[in-house]
Antibody, heavy 123, light 110 residues
Framework: QLHLQESGPGLVKPSETLSLTCTVS??????????WGWIRQPPGKGLEWIGT???????YYNPSLKSRVTISVDTSKNQFSLKLTSVTAADTAVYYC???????????????WGQGTLVTVSS | QSALTQPRSVSGSPGQSVTISCTGT?????????VSWYQQYPGKAPKVIIY???KRPSGVPDRFSGSKSDNTASLTISGLQAEDEADYYC??????????FGGGTKLTVL
């Protein structure tokens, strides 16, 4: 069964860059049907799609975050990563990595999800 | 791109049916049959329970069903059980390879 695990600092200072990595195990990140995504959830609030990457490197971002977000993939390590620049307290959230699953080479739903990692933005 | 609109909370008694709505626009919910629903328990990651408006992943009870009419998608849970108490989120494709979630609905089983 595909397993995803987020890793990275739990505390980031305002104006700095948030960096997280998702390691995919029991499965290949390079499957031709594989899209991968990042989703976040501020404490006590709802889910927000951050972005999606195809294993080949094509990326798709939430327009509201696009200027600050970079998602990349490292197929040799079976990992994909998130960078969010110029963070503020509003970026404090649990960050989830997920496979953006689907068929006919189109991503349609998010499954499975990593357990999530809380990132707090504070000085 | 605005969040889809869901009721903040719904409730029902065991055995009853509840429906959670998810209202968007013709640019997201109304424009595509790519609506998915997620169940989330406190402190846990969400889990998909419906995709492509009305399809259930393997292992999801058939008490969960999805539908769509115009710009509103709906999740119906029939034969409500105590274990269904959770938060539920809808998500829709919004064109140009972007996706948008609803604000979430807290389901209380009375």
């Amino acid at each position: 069964q595909l397993h995803l695990q987020e890793s990275g600092p739990g505390l980031v200072k305002p104006s700095e860059t948030l960096s997280l990595t998702c390691t995919v195990s029991v499965g290949s990140i390079s499957s031709t049907t594989s899209y991968w995504g990042w989703i976040r959830q501020p404490p006590g609030k709802g889910l927000e799609w951050i972005g999606t990457i195809y294993y080949s490197g094509s990326t798709y971002y939430n327009p509201s975050l696009k200027s600050r977000v970079t998602i990349s993939v490292d197929t040799s390590k079976n990992q994909f990563s998130l960078k969010l620049t110029s963070v503020t307290a509003a970026d404090t959230a649990v960050y989830y990595c997920t496979r953006h699953s689907g068929y006919n080479n189109f991503p349609r739903w998010f499954d499975p999800w990593g357990q999530g990692t809380l990132v707090t933005v504070s000085s | 791109q605005s969040a889809l609109t869901q009721p903040r909370s719904v409730s029902g008694s065991p055995g009853q049916s509840v429906t959670i709505s998810c209202t968007g626009t013709s640019s997201d919910v109304g424009g595509y049959n790519y609506v998915s629903w997620y169940q989330q328990y406190p402190g846990k990651a969400p889990k998909v329970i419906i995709y492509d408006v009305n399809k259930r992943p393997s292992g999801v009870p058939d008490r969960f069903s999805g539908s769509k009419s115009d710009n509103t998608a709906s999740l119906t849970i029939s034969g409500l059980q105590a274990e269904d108490e959770a938060d539920y989120y809808c998500c829709s494709y919004a064109g140009s390879y972007t996706w948008v979630f609803g604000g979430g609905t807290k389901l209380t089983v009375l």
